[in-house]
């Protein structure tokens, strides 16, 4: 019932800098979480974070101190403030909903391509 679109994405060269955004809109229950995952060619799709409609994140190590996630909850966007880019993130990002509601299903945005490279 929701519908995610993510914007941002773009080539930058290492330690560059970009912010994803995404906007929920439809059917969305307000207790929820927010995050981004990443899927690089051959490899399976991975958190790289997450934000609670309270605030609470979390953060996969390889980006810990370089993301930061945060959300506008009165507009049902999510962000995701990328710097010291390096290759290695180089991926396409998709944003995910979660409600904290059974049947607590995820829905998911289409992608948007990051590509870091010299």
């Known amino acids: 019932q929701a519908q995610l679109v993510e914007s941002g994405g773009g080539l930058v060269q290492p330690g560059g800098s970009l912010r994803l955004s995404c906007v929920a809109s439809g059917s969305i229950f307000s207790r929820n979480v927010m995050g981004w995952y990443r899927q690089a060619p051959g490899k399976q799709r991975d958190l790289v974070a997450t934000?609670?409609?309270?605030?609470?994140?979390n953060y996969a190590d390889s980006v810990k101190g370089r993301f930061t996630i945060s959300r506008d909850n009165a507009k049902n966007t999510v962000y995701l403030q990328m710097n010291s880019l390096k290759p290695e993130d180089t991926a396409v990002y998709y944003c995910n909903l979660a409600p904290m509601i059974w049947p607590r299903q995820s829905y998911w945005g289409q992608g948007t391509q990051v590509t870091v490279s010299p």
């Open positions: 934000i609670t409609s309270g605030g609470s994140t």
